[in-house]
């Protein structure tokens, strides 16, 4: 099983590509051929303090850092229930190795 978190501030257009590919690796389609292809279960899941405040005030990994180091210090990326990475969030070839894939993206106008 891999669970991928993100805990971010909000849907912040300097994370807008990131974002997006992140998104994509959550929907159903990507869960079902990546068990099919690999044989693992993935759980990715994307929360915003503005939206999803429960979450981050109950997770105490995330409760934990946001009271020692204050909100500016999001987005925090969780894997597996481990922060891997605060501040900003992962990269394409960050989230290939995680998921031992390759990822393409192409960004209009450019």
Do not use: A
Request: aromatic share 12%; hydrophobic share 35%.
């Amino acid at each position: 099983m891999i669970k991928l978190e993100y805990f971010c501030y909000k849907n912040d257009k300097k994370y807008e590509v990131e974002m997006e590919v992140f998104r994509s690796l959550m929907n159903e389609q990507f869960r079902d051929t990546y068990l099919s292809m690999k044989g693992v279960e993935t759980e990715i899941t994307l929360y915003f303090y503005e939206k999803d405040s429960y979450v981050f005030q109950h997770r105490k990994i995330i409760k934990n850092q946001i009271e020692s180091n204050g909100l500016n210090m999001l987005p925090i990326v969780v894997l597996n229930g481990k922060i891997i990475k605060q501040g900003r969030l992962l990269t394409n070839e960050e989230l290939e190795e995680i998921f031992e894939i390759g990822l393409d993206v192409q960004i209009d106008g450019q």
